[in-house]
């Protein structure tokens, strides 16, 4: 639970209702001010003053100033953090808090990202400053600005948070938020059905195949900025060979998994951003469904069924992998048993290994422990993928976990990140889709729907482009209601 170390969208969803950033996305997915009133970016870009909120609290009582801000860039660009997100604060020449309410950082050069990567959680000073950031007791019992109080974590049963009752933007309606850990989706689905949860997000056959079980509850849905993929390890012989990786690419049923898994609910993925990005490169393709051409790419590359045992070989060793993905995603589960079969057709023995979340993430994702994962990536609204594809980040616990790299799609990172017109910034990002969709460090897969539901008592969710808990520190149930529902 702090904002600088966590990797993934479960710690996300926790982080997002206990920390606030300078700045934040509104309804629209238009910067808004958050900690941070107002701010003015002045020479040509390179400089950004942020003007922060009187009376804001920690919710420790004591009061957040610049001192946080600063302290925060620090760890971020401190060697010790074991943090995903440095590279936007190394590009900081000089960050300073002339008084408590102000923040200025200047950059070397016009940085075309900068606002939104100020949207990161503040952590607070007082709490963190003498102990290592990484093992702090905090990041177990946090201490943030935000709408909720952090409240209890019961290992592998809930988290819960209380609401602040010193907001800055009024005390929350809900009094309490228990974030279930309920690992198995069918039983999260026998307590939609028995009303016990305020909300989930269902399983597209679930979220097709019960209406009778959802009349307590609105559906939404809307495009998901995300995307399947399974991911090479590209530091792993098998996988060095871009055509073995693109035999594996093609000889995925991408409609199978759409129409089978996502009941419709989803359309290919081309590459390293969704469709409902500006980034996106409509002349990319997805590749074409082909057993017989990945056979061949597949025999090109020296792998043939030497023995006749039906599993392709060279030099003696049969082509067999093992994909790992997380416990309790029905969905991926049954997307890796797709790309098994299918694997299976053109001579690769392809094992399924189930994990807990955390030992996936930490253990076998973040220290490269995997020959090949299956995983999804939910993607901030600025296309800068420099976190994700940029070869300076390969390190253990950063995203690059694949350790791609292309000297090419380096540079047009770099460039784009220092591009402010916005179709200037349009042609290099194409061109990065492209590049990076040739090149194959993942087998991109589909781009699926958000299906969320949320219990009818809920008054003030609002479906927006930003999707519907853009406003979740304003919901509330009415009095009369309140008795029936449990959590």
């Known amino acids: 639970m702090n904002p600088l170390l966590s990797t993934d969208s479960a710690s996300g969803d926790i982080n997002n209702l206990i920390f606030n950033g300078l700045l934040k996305y509104d309804k629209d997915i238009h910067l808004v001010g958050d900690l941070a009133e107002s701010w003015e970016v002045t020479e040509g870009g390179k400089v950004i003053t942020f003007h922060l909120r009187k009376g804001v609290l920690w919710h420790d009582g004591r009061p957040f100033t610049s001192a946080d801000v600063l302290f925060t860039y620090q760890m971020l660009v401190d060697t010790n953090t074991r943090t995903a997100f440095a590279s936007d604060y190394k590009l900081v020449e000089k960050a300073e808090a002339p008084d408590p309410l102000t923040f200025r950082v200047r950059y070397a050069e016009p940085f075309a990202p900068a606002l939104e990567s100020w949207g990161m959680g503040i952590i607070p000073k007082h709490v963190y400053e003498g102990h290592d950031i990484n093992t702090c007791e905090a990041n177990r019992h946090p201490i943030g600005t935000g709408p909720f109080v952090f409240s209890e974590w019961v290992p592998d049963e809930k988290i819960v948070l209380k609401a602040n009752l010193q907001y800055f933007r009024g005390r929350p309606p809900l009094d309490r938020y228990i974030y279930r850990i309920i690992p198995d989706m069918s039983v999260q689905f026998l307590e939609l059905r028995q009303g016990t949860l305020g909300g989930m997000t269902p399983t597209p056959d679930q979220y097709n195949g019960y209406p009778e079980f959802f009349e307590s509850y609105d559906k939404y849905h809307y495009p998901a900025f995300r995307y399947d993929y399974l991911a090479f390890n590209l530091t792993n012989p098998l996988f060095k060979d871009r055509r073995v990786r693109e035999a594996i690419s093609e000889s995925i049923n991408r409609e199978e998994i759409i129409e089978g898994v996502y009941q419709g609910l989803a359309v290919p993925a081309t590459g390293p951003f969704p469709p409902a990005s500006w980034a996106y490169n409509p002349d990319v393709k997805a590749p074409a469904f082909d057993l017989e051409d990945a056979k061949k790419k597949l025999a090109d590359a020296g792998w043939v069924d030497h023995d006749n045992d039906g599993i392709i070989d060279k030099d003696g060793k049969p082509f067999e992998f093992t994909l790992s993905t997380n416990q309790g995603n029905k969905v991926r589960e049954s997307i890796a048993q797709v790309i098994q079969n299918s694997l299976k057709k053109i001579g690769i023995r392809m094992d399924i290994r189930i994990v807990e979340w955390s030992v996936f993430i930490h253990k076998y994702v973040d220290e490269k422990q995997f020959e090949a994962v299956l995983l999804a990536w939910s993607l901030s609204r600025d296309p800068d993928c420099h976190a994700i594809w940029h070869s300076s980040n390969n390190k253990t616990g950063q995203y690059n976990f694949v350790s791609y ?83």
């Open 405 to 487: 790299s292309n000297p090419e799609v380096d540079r047009l990172i770099d460039e784009g990140r220092r591009t402010f017109d916005l179709e200037k910034r349009k042609v290099i990002y194409h061109k990065i889709h492209a590049l990076i969709a040739a090149d194959v460090p993942y087998a991109f897969l589909v781009v699926p729907e958000s299906l969320p539901v949320v219990h009818k008592k809920y008054i003030g969710v609002e479906q927006a482009p930003a999707g519907i808990g853009w406003n979740f520190d304003r919901w509330f149930i009415p009095k009369a209601w309140q008795t029936d529902l449990q959590s």
